[in-house]
């Protein structure tokens, strides 16, 4: 495998992921407690001995080039190979443009990849969560003497509009390829991670055919190029929605997942800050749940994936829900059915996920958050005694005197005012109607502060993430 290049697409902005994604790069949004989805395709890599490895990085890259840096928990920290990161840049006469997908992605990153030894490309997704071996997969593509050779599987069919979706003759050979169709007639799908020859992707990618699944692979098709398909039948799962998201941190908590990440074999790799260990006090309650180091729980935790340096204060209940880095959640509060990004600050006897109408879907964003899912952005604080419903998006940084009722209402939205306005303005400009009704203003009084004592300590290390890092 020293002959085979990696190149991972890292650049999505990931949007129906919603607030998760809107300061991060999709790959760099935590999942499964202590991760970044990224560090499934980097595991990958070095798990099947590949060392040389390229990320193409566009949309808000600071969080991923500080999670990756020198690539050293993935052992990518080399003199020759590793792993390096490349963003997009204005080159002498050419039109100065973001990439304009994957395909493209990839073309004007044509001479870096052309300089790599040996003959065979990986071009693989960063925002998937899945464990594959490369090595079989690259076996198969010099056995086929390929042009290119795709990974696919079987989806289930509601899944596969959103997908390219193929057919293979008796050979496993690739005669007939649908991106995203409308009405698919197989569940044969593609995985989105491809392996090239060098010289067939020299030749294929051009500026007229931006992206791989829409362009590139049906001319390959039209144009008679060897392309084949290699049959996955392991994990692997697009956590491209709230919903997928939160489904695929919960199934973890079986008693056989399908994703084991205890199994030594096969380690994720990451970077990891040095904190203490978890910590379960005596009136802590802990049921099926993943609790990250650097937590300390005395109250009750339950279904649930808490990633590192999380508080559950005394009487306070997190159920059916995941809560990223150094948030607080204090007494009395109750977080259902819930994504907490970092540093959120729950107070006192407040509500998080409130209510049994799943069904009434986010104002906002109704394509995103409608199963019932509260999502609170990074370092939002939450007031004493506030209750929230269902399917509501809290947005980042809000603070208490954003809040001006008790009773948040399930389907609505509460942000800070400049954000307010700033969306309202660009509806304005593009002869949209604008919207200044936010969730909290439906009904009456302001709600109170949290109280000074129960936040100070989230306050502290508030102030301290926005010095270390904005937007990790």
Avoid at 54 to 65: A, D, E, G, I, K
Avoid at 187 to 201: E, H, I, P, T
Avoid at 310 to 331: C, Q
Wanted: aromatic residues 6%; positive net charge.
């Amino acid at each position: 495998m020293k002959r085979t290049l990696a190149v991972i697409l890292a650049g999505g902005e990931g949007e129906r992921l919603s607030i998760l994604s809107s300061m991060r790069a999709k790959p760099a949004v935590p999942f499964g407690g202590k991760y970044r989805i990224i560090d499934f395709t980097l595991s990958n890599c070095v798990n099947s001995d590949i060392d040389n490895v390229v990320v193409l990085t566009q949309y808000n890259p600071r969080s991923l080039n500080d999670h990756i840096g020198m690539g050293r928990p993935w052992d990518l920290d080399r003199n020759f190979g590793g792993v390096r990161m490349l963003q997009p840049y204005i080159a002498r006469g050419r039109v100065a443009e973001w990439y304009r997908g994957t395909a493209d992605a990839v073309l004007q990153n044509l001479n870096v990849i052309a300089q790599a030894p040996g003959d065979a490309i990986l071009v693989l997704a960063g925002d998937h969560i899945y464990k594959m071996d490369y090595q079989p997969f690259v076996a198969a593509h010099r056995r086929h003497r390929a042009d290119v050779t795709i990974a696919v599987r079987r989806v289930p069919l509601a899944d596969a509009t959103r997908m390219g979706i193929l057919a293979l003759d008796d050979n496993d050979r690739i005669v007939e390829w649908h991106e995203k169709p409308r009405q698919p007639k197989s569940d044969l799908a593609s995985m989105g991670v491809y392996v090239f020859s060098k010289r067939a992707l020299t030749q294929w990618l051009s500026d007229s055919r931006p992206d791989f699944g829409r362009d590139v692979i049906p001319a390959m098709i039209d144009g008679g190029a060897r392309v084949y398909a290699y049959r996955f039948d392991g994990y692997w799962q697009d956590v491209g929605t709230v919903q997928s998201y939160w489904e695929a941190n919960l199934a973890l908590l079986s008693d056989a997942p399908e994703l084991d990440l205890y199994d030594r074999e096969w380690v994720i790799h990451t970077r990891s800050e040095e904190r203490a260990p978890a910590k379960i006090g005596a009136t802590a309650q802990v049921h099926r749940s993943l609790i990250s180091h650097g937590c300390v729980i005395d109250g009750s935790v339950v279904n649930s994936v808490l990633s590192p340096g999380v508080v559950v204060d005394v009487g306070a209940v997190v159920r059916d829900s995941i809560v990223l880095f150094d948030s607080i959640i204090r007494t009395g509060a109750v977080v259902d059915r819930a994504i907490l990004d970092k540093e959120v600050a729950v107070g006192p006897g407040a509500t998080v996920g409130e209510g049994t109408d799943f069904d009434v879907v986010n104002r906002r964003e109704p394509g995103r958050l409608n199963t019932g899912i509260t999502v609170v952005g990074k370092r939002a604080v939450i007031p004493r005694g506030v209750r929230i419903g269902r399917n509501v998006l809290i947005g980042e940084g809000v603070r208490a005197a954003d809040f001006v009722s008790r009773v948040v209402r399930s389907g609505s939205t509460v942000e800070r005012p400049h954000e307010r306005t700033q969306r309202a303005s660009a509806k304005a400009r593009a002869g949209a109607p604008s919207d200044m009704r936010d969730a909290a203003s439906e009904s009456g009084d302001r709600a109170a502060e949290v109280e000074r004592g129960g936040r100070s300590s989230a306050v502290g290390k508030r102030a301290a993430g926005e010095a270390r890092d904005a937007d990790r």
